[in-house]
């Protein structure tokens, strides 16, 4: 028995080690394929910027160019959730914490997304509850995550609101995203923070790789945070990170 026994260690072990290294020299290939895919790509941006600024095009030929342009910065960001995918899964993720504006932060991600919400004939709202004027943390982290729960509530809403609660209290911030959108079924709450799962309601195409809320997950525990989620399946959907902070000077709107 104890020889079966070690023989079976022995071949999980092996096995284990098979996976590891199977799973490095993926990071590896992602890493190398996406950066080696931005070289192209900045050019085509580069160029588009320089069309845009063409004084002779016509209406037509701006809005082709335009298209251009959404679909290369659209490919840019699929390309940099793949470089934070990767990063994550081999321990290089970097935080860095430093004193930033949060009300100018906050009102430029409202700025932004109601012109998305504009184009998509959306109404978003955003509710700033007691939060820092001055918050200590990694101001391109916190984006990115609120950006990636904005995204997510743009993307599966199609009529009615979505709202951004902001709200603190001593030691804790809440960044709330709640939409009217498709809900989530019960059986698949835990499937959403798999990496690439694309909840596919109503058979309607999706953008993206499905690693946004992975990802946020990912960044939420290394910078010690949390995110809940709750969701009835047509009603809408509300997701809630949660970050410490220090007991700093505080405004509300």
Do not use: W
Request: charge should be negative; charged fraction near 20%.
């Amino acid at each position: 028995t104890e020889s079966i026994v070690n023989q079976r260690t022995r071949d999980l072990l092996k096995a284990k080690n098979t996976a590891e290294t199977a799973n490095t020299a993926k990071n590896h290939f992602l890493a190398k394929i996406s950066h080696e895919l931005r070289t192209p790509l900045n050019g085509i941006m580069g160029f588009t910027q320089l069309l845009q600024n063409n004084q002779g095009l016509g209406d037509d030929e701006k809005q082709h160019v335009n298209i251009i342009r959404q679909c290369s910065q659209d490919l840019l960001g699929l390309i940099n959730d793949i470089l934070d995918f990767t990063a994550i899964e081999t321990n290089n993720t970097k935080v860095v914490n430093r004193l930033f504006d949060f009300t100018a932060f906050l009102n430029d991600i409202d700025a932004i997304y109601q012109l998305i919400a504009t184009k998509k004939g959306l109404k978003l709202t955003t509710s700033i509850n007691n939060a820092p004027i001055k918050l200590r943390g990694d101001e391109k982290r916190i984006r990115q995550i609120l950006c990636n729960l904005l995204n997510n509530a743009f993307k599966y809403t199609d009529h009615g609101q979505i709202q951004l609660i902001v709200n603190a209290s001593e030691n804790e911030l809440y960044l709330t995203v709640a939409d009217t959108g498709n809900g989530i079924a019960q059986h698949d709450m835990d499937r959403i923070f798999d990496p690439f799962i694309q909840l596919n309601n109503h058979d309607a195409a999706q953008e993206g790789i499905g690693i946004g809320l992975t990802i946020t997950k990912e960044l939420l525990k290394i910078m010690n945070g949390r995110i809940t989620v709750q969701s009835d399946l047509g009603a809408g959907s509300i997701f809630t990170v949660t970050l410490p902070i220090e007991n700093q000077t505080t405004a509300s709107s």
